[in-house]
């Protein structure tokens, strides 16, 4: 198939299945329509098309394949829904769904052809080509993603959007433009890239990867599965009739920006992210910029600040970036250094230019380009604008109780601001929790001696030794080099008998073969919620969820073997494992750190939000990750439009001037703690329980005992904190918010010597 050159005729080859009488043309003012003027050609039965370009219009404009339901797909017989795709201008000869995430992801946000297929590759895991035929390509034997079962999926997925906001056709946008149907299909499409992580999750699910492993599912089948999947997709996706009058609206100004009247800096914030119960439970997210953040610098770079707080019965936390405040920890890559974002970082971001687009670089982790679309909301009801934020699908703002607004209005300046963030690359990142605490007790990879992680049949080793040794039943040594960890995870199991456990009432039998992994695979994800201790609904010996590993073994250079294995609820114990897939590892050293990343992932990892990386340094091995670059849509509210909702819900809003400080509730975790004389051991010293809602629990880990004991920070900037124990035991000394370490002094009348000295790690 090839390409177009600076030559007067252009082919290409429109596919799903090949399909013939697709209308083909050069989009020529992005509309998303084949107007008249535009150079168009109808495919032939073998879905190729030959349109004669003008020489100066070549590799300039995305190409467009409107599929009608006068068209047949030679793999799936006639279209009954029609549905349209597009390629970028420099990428013709193929025009697939593939090509279709690519040119969406290029339209919205100015990334380059290279950039956005990368990040669509990236997504989904897909190790071909995105512009490839890959109606002539052999399916995949490593258990990675099927080019042509994803790109069916998009297409069903696409009718199934079509036929839900059909209706919306003709009707009014929010800034009362009439709605076509390149409107919907323009909103579909988008749709499509923020429900890519959801949509390749989909093929993993039983339902669809039973039957599409089935050799003898008919192509009946295999659609019907498709059809399931599809219809679950768009009932969830967010994108219904309702919505559509808001996106269109956003879509054509963000195609037809209005022109900006340049102002002065000043200090600003967006409200990111709001999740409200009351004054006394909430989170909220938001970006902000002094004045002089908002300034420019030499390089065309305004700065801003990621501010997170939680409330938790009235237990505030205030933190940086990160889930939860401990994540602030986090070491990412960024290209030259290892870096750590605490509070009040700078992120930055270019100057948005004419189209509203902006360059982003954040906390050193994330680098990706972004497109806005505002509105003026001055005077409206913060109930219906709320209301039109929920109907339009976005989820980032969430209020328990809405009746709260009452009839308050928005004052004037107040702006509704719509984001749409299209990562580009994700640095290689870790936590650096625990270094030097027990195995097991932090983000440290742990590993099992020779006799142990070499596995064999339990019954078949001598009493105390193999797998039957004690060690087996702890959680092994902290990994110290890549080679030690490698070495042990050769994905050799402990093999032992049948057993059985009762809780709950009810008694529960494991497999015949009752087969123990952890000792020679390591973590890439688990997929389920199921908790791991036995609960209520504790229904098996199982829990349900999936466990995804790997062991480096198999054939050819740096092999990997990928499992999805069982998890035990009584321990959380990884067993009975099955081989999913085959791939190879790649060793990448950065700075003071080396960091193998997992190549031909399997499908089954498609519902993880990251793909595992190991990072050696500092003389451990750690569970690192590369987040996804999904994308994201958000509905943002500018400072004033703040200010005025949170004195509505009786907050108090960031003054972005002012620098973000840190909370009482930000120490929250566990924290092991020891004294300097003693040996680090799961079973030797305290483990301080610090929780989200302030309360203060603690366990002795020679018993495994919990007693009463009570901790208050007394300086939030620095972590300093006071502590009494049981038995008269009394401590001071320092969280170190940022590293994760303990330290201080302690009185324990029961110790002898009754004082001396502590250390500790948060896990």
Not at 87 to 97: G, I, K, L, M, N
Not at 407 to 418: E, H, Q
Not at 640 to 663: K, N
């Amino acid at each position: 198939m090839r390409r177009w050159h600076q030559r007067p005729h252009g082919h290409a080859a429109v596919i799903d299945g090949a399909i013939k009488n697709a209308l083909v043309c050069i989009d020529k003012n992005s509309n998303g329509q084949c107007d008249a003027g535009e150079t168009q050609g109808t495919t032939d039965a073998a879905g190729k098309v030959t349109l004669a370009v003008p020489s100066g219009d070549v590799g300039k404009y995305p190409i467009l394949a409107v599929v009608g339901t006068n068209a047949v797909d030679a793999d799936n017989g006639p279209v009954t829904t029609a549905y349209t795709m597009s390629a970028p201008a420099d990428q013709v000869a193929v025009v697939s769904p593939l090509t279709t995430l690519v040119q969406q992801a290029v339209a919205s946000s100015g990334a380059t052809t290279a950039q956005a297929a990368k990040s669509v590759q990236d997504a989904t895991g897909l190790t071909g080509s995105p512009f490839a035929n890959f109606t002539k390509a052999a399916a995949p034997t490593d258990g990675s993603v099927n080019r042509s079962t994803m790109a069916r999926m998009i297409v069903v997925t696409t009718q199934q959007q079509v036929a839900t906001i059909a209706s919306a056709l003709g009707t009014n946008a929010a800034d009362g433009t009439k709605i076509t149907q390149a409107d919907l299909d323009k909103a579909i499409q988008k749709m499509l890239l923020e429900l890519l992580p959801a949509l390749v999750t989909s093929l993993s699910e039983p339902s669809v990867a039973s039957v599409y492993a089935n050799p003898n599912a008919t192509a009946d089948q295999k659609a019907a599965a498709l059809l399931a999947a599809a219809t679950n997709l768009v009932s969830t996706s967010g994108l219904s009739a309702a919505a559509v009058a808001t996106v269109v609206a956003i879509n054509t100004q963000n195609a037809n920006p209005p022109t900006v009247v340049t102002a002065a800096p000043a200090a600003g914030l967006n409200l990111d992210t709001l999740n409200f119960t009351d004054t006394k439970n909430y989170f909220v997210r938001t970006l902000g910029s002094s004045t002089a953040q908002n300034t420019p610098d030499s390089n065309n770079l305004t700065r801003f600040v990621e501010r997170r707080t939680r409330a938790n019965n009235g237990q505030v936390a205030r933190w940086g970036s990160g889930s939860d405040p401990w994540r602030n920890a986090d070491q990412s890559w960024n290209g030259t250094a290892w870096v750590a974002c605490p509070i009040n970082t700078e992120n930055t971001s270019t100057v948005r230019d004419a189209q509203g687009n902006s360059q982003y670089t954040y906390c050193g982790r994330e680098t990706g380009k972004s497109q806005r679309a505002t509105f003026d909301i001055a005077g409206k009801s913060m109930a219906d604008v709320y209301a039109s934020v929920i109907a339009a699908g976005y989820t980032n703002l969430r209020i328990a109780t809405p009746a709260v607004l009452g009839t308050a209005t928005f004052p004037a300046d107040s702006k509704l601001v719509y984001i749409t963030n299209t990562p580009l690359t994700e640095a290689v990142s870790y936590y650096p929790a625990g270094a030097n605490s027990a195995a097991g007790f932090s983000n440290v990879v742990s590993q099992y001696s020779a006799a142990i992680a070499a596995g064999g049949v339990a019954a078949a080793q001598a009493q105390g030794a193999g797998c039957n040794a004690p060690e087996a039943q702890g959680n092994g040594a902290s990994s110290t080099t890549l080679e030690g960890a490698m070495a042990a995870k050769q994905g050799t199991p402990c093999i032992y008998a049948q057993r059985c456990i009762t809780y709950n009432g009810a008694t529960y039998q494991s497999d015949a073969s009752n087969d123990w992994w952890g000792n020679s695979t390591v973590n890439l994800g688990s997929v389920g919620t199921a908790p791991t201790a036995p609960s209520a609904s504790s229904t098996g010996y199982y829990t349900g969820n999936t466990l995804l590993r790997a062991a480096f073994t198999g054939t050819g250079t740096n092999p990997v073997t990928y499992y999805a294995c069982k998890q035990r609820y009584v321990s959380g114990s990884v067993r009975n494992c099955t081989p999913i897939g085959t791939g190879s590892y790649t060793i990448t050293t950065l700075g003071d750190g080396r960091a193998p990343s997992f190549n031909n992932l399997p499908l089954q990892t498609a519902p993880l939000t990251y793909n595992r990386v190991l990072v050696e340094r500092g003389g451990f091995v750690y569970l690192g990750y590369q987040n996804k670059p999904n994308v994201s849509n958000r509905a943002r509210l500018n400072l004033v439009a703040t200010g005025a909702l949170f004195a509505q819900l009786g907050l108090t809003a960031d003054d972005p001037s002012v620098p973000h400080t840190l909370a009482n509730g930000a120490y929250q975790g566990t924290w092991d703690v020891r004294s300097t004389t003693d040996a680090i051991s799961p079973t030797i010293g305290t483990t301080l329980f610090i929780n989200g809602n302030g309360t203060i629990s603690c366990q002795d880990r020679s018993n495994s005992a919990f007693f009463p004991c009570t901790l208050f920070i007394t300086d939030a900037a620095t972590g300093a904190f006071t502590y009494v124990g049981n038995g008269g035991s009394t401590a001071s000394g320092k969280l170190d918010f940022m590293a994760g370490s303990a330290s201080g002094t302690y009185f324990d009348p029961t110790s002898n010597p009754p004082n001396g000295s502590f250390v500790g790690a948060r896990r």
